[in-house]
């Protein structure tokens, strides 16, 4: 999340967060029912707060709301993993050619502060803070492009890969590491283009080989205990 949007936090943005987090935790699973009126009890809000989070999370790819049935959590296909990883290899490509064009120091710094958080959530074996964190770095190389459009792409994709590491992922494996962020943050530094987008793509490429992609996954349904 980037300073402005987090300045403009608002209740619908929180129940947001968690719900997502809890997703990406693999505390929520594909296809868990999301009741208006236990997320109500739950977050201490009014119904309409949750319908407004529900729709922001409709609109991310991560809740499917149906008529006259309510809201659930997606149930990504594994051709919809593919297009997802497919789409975010392309959009990354040209995040890290901008990025490369107008790095900083000041860039370069915020760079390596976000991947010192990551080692440290690493090494504390702090899985909430190691998911926030490790997309949380494409987000960043997507705010220093200094691009709103690609921004707004690669904070879409994010959530829909969230979602789709939750249902094909092994659960002993996270999304990123600190290690390989930081090989691509040095190549960025020294503004090598060519080899700054072949270890992006190179990583998104382990990280989508790690998933098993099949259809058969076990399902939970607990909203309760996931969110609290």
Known sequence: MSKAENAQATPANQIF?????????????????LKEEELAEIFDVSRARIRQALATLEREGLVTIQANRGAFVSEPSVEEARDVFYARRAIEHRVVERLCERINKEHVARLNAHVEEERTADRQGNRTDIIRLSGGFHLLL?????????????????SRTSLITAVYRSRHLHNCGPDEHQAIVEHIA????????????????RVECELELEDDKDQSYNLRAALL
């Open 190 to 205: 020294r503004g090598d283009t060519e080899v700054a987008i072949k270890a992006v793509i190179e990583h998104l490429d």
């Open 142 to 158: 997507a705010e220093l492009a200094g691009s709103s459009f690609l921004y707004g792409i690669v904070k879409d994709l994010i």
């Open 17 to 33: 967060d968690r719900i997502w987090l809890s997703i990406a935790e693999r505390k929520l699973k594909p296809g868990t029912r």
